[in-house]
């Protein structure tokens, strides 16, 4: 047990020791920040795209694309806020907050309209071709696009689009919306429907309500407190993956170094082979640890300052850490994950022990690597059809089981699947970390390497 102590203690300190740990730490919400601002800043960033309008109808048609415009800015806000509505409840001040926000966004947009006072192409040709440029607030720029409208319902509209950019679409599918709706709307009012009629049927929408089987009257309505715990169970999923990941290729890297340093063949001398691989995974399983504690610490913190900030607007800060915190989530993740990180851990230790540089190792972890992401895709899978088939099916899987069944605990999976996964899962675990043993045994002693696993699955050929 000494000796075990010993090997977890170094390989703990040799990663807490350093500034480099802690700065990773540091990183990460660093990184999350970025996931979520950078594609606003790169939305915010993107240049405004100047263009005219050329209406050879006299002014009917340029109308109808100003209204048209208008009426999607309206649609769009609408549809983000029914969204958000989804997942934080129906709070009018979060609603009256979102909109100023999406209209601030969306309001402005990416194309502005301009008025060159030009109406031939062949004088708005040069600024196309940005042979010549436009003077906007006293700076300049190009001409993005001219569009010349003519036509009308009844005869047929037309639209010329002209423009040198051949990959931003976005001004053109607008126009052709807005005129499409405008059309669609003048023909029902001249066969006679009335502008009121009309109105009175876009406003129609159906009130849905959700509610859940179990309970009956008032109390059947779901609530939003109900609907976290599934996005929790994904979350917490990937989360899992992640960490586990990160961890194992800790390993991995470390047995490739110290066996290229000769350090591992000191350690046998002083030492079992099952000691020193138990003493690494317990080392770095505390490593995890620390990562965890960190990580929840810092949300902690931070769901103070939103809980603080939001108090008024009703935020679910509350819930969602309810739900994170739920013991029917929280202890068959730990459980989970202390399965998961022995299985992968151990096969990571084996397959260092056998390479003696990271180039040796790539080909057997091209495999391994391939069954870990397998779980990622049917995650997503479960977020959405938690009873389909496939997923059900991968539930079996025991190397995919930690992370699939962390996603379905939620939805309730039956007692044969909770608990014969599990099982399935621990035999494996069992069956997986012993003859991962015997490999780091061999390959500690160099009496195997990678060429010696490929020749376990090269069978009919002669050695």
Known sequence: MRNIYLIARREFLSYVATWGFWLSLASVPLFMGLGFGLPMLIENSQP??????????????????????????????????????????????????????????IGDGRYQRIDLGLTDLEALRPYLLEEQAIEIDGEEASLFAAVFLRGSVENGIEVDYWSKNRT???????????????MQEAHLLSGGVSPGLLQAAEALEPEVRELNPERSGADATVTDAERIPFIMGVAVAFALWIIIFSVVNMLLTAMIEEKGNKVLEMMMSATRHYEIL???????????????????????GGATLV??????????????????????????????????YLMYGAVFLAVGSLCDTIQD???????????????????????DSPDSPIVAIASWVPVWTPFIMLARLPHDPTTIELFGTTALMLVTAIGVIWGAGAVFRLGSLNQANQETIKGWFSFGKKS
């Open 48 to 105: 405004t795209r100047h263009y005219v309008i050329v209406d050879e109808s006299g002014g009917q048609l340029e109308q109808a694309l100003v209204d048209g415009f208008t009426r999607a800015q309206e649609q769009q806000i609408a549809e983000i806020q029914e969204a958000v509505t989804e997942m934080v409840g129906d709070n009018p001040q979060v609603q009256q907050a979102m909109a100023r926000g999406m209209m601030q966004q």
């Open 168 to 182: 931003d679409s976005g001004l053109r599918s607008s126009i052709s919306r807005a005129l499409e709706d405008y």
């Open 278 to 300: 138990t003493g690494k995974l317990l080392g770095v399983a505390c490593v995890s640890a620390t990562l965890l504690v960190f990580w929840m610490g810092l949300a902690l």
């Open 307 to 340: 809980q603080q900030a939001a108090a008024s607007a009703d935020i679910p800060v509350a819930e969602i850490f309810s739900a994170l915190l739920d013991p029917g989530l929280l202890l068959p993740a730990l459980g989970y994950f202390v399965i998961g």
């Open 361 to 383: 190792a790539q080909t057997l972890m091209s495999p391994i690597m391939l069954i870990m992401m397998v779980p990622l895709f049917l995650v997503m899978i479960s977020a």
